[in-house]
Nanobody, 121 residues
Framework: QVQLVGSGGGLVQAGGSLRLSCAAS????????MGWYRQAPGKLRESVAT???????NYADSVKGRFTISRDNARNTVYLQMNSLKPEDTAVYYCNAVIQSRTALIPLTYWGQGTQVTVSS
């Protein structure tokens, strides 16, 4: 069984920083793309940043220049460094990974449990 466990959310003032982490564990053969998504109240879940197994990254326009996604393949962990936070960044942040487990026939998409980020003005 594979699971993703995210951490690092919290309450921060506008202009502040937070770092989110998400570790994959279980019967893992390999991890393909990893990413972070967020969902604000009353809104659809949206992609924030993604990173391939080779390290190529992609960001939502709203976070470019402020957020940085990275991964540690040895630790099966993805990070999201969030700087210059704005009140509109307030949301529940979910990590995501496409993982080939040792038991499944094909790679499957897994989600973390979500971590709350609240930015006060």
């Amino acid at each position: 069984q594979v699971q993703l466990v995210g951490s690092g959310g919290g309450l921060v003032q506008a202009g502040g920083s937070l770092r989110l982490s998400c570790a994959a564990s279980g019967s893992i053969r390999s991890i393909n793309a990893m990413g972070w998504y967020r969902q604000a109240p009353g809104k659809l879940r949206e992609s924030v940043a993604t990173i391939t197994s080779g390290g190529s990254t992609n960001y939502a326009d709203s976070v470019k220049g402020r957020f940085t996604i990275s991964r540690d393949n040895a630790r099966n962990t993805v990070y999201l460094q969030m700087n210059s936070l704005k009140p509109e960044d307030t949301a529940v942040y979910y990590c995501n990974a496409v993982i080939q487990s040792r038991t499944a026939l094909i790679p499957l998409t897994y989600w973390g449990q979500g971590t709350q980020v609240t930015v006060s003005s």
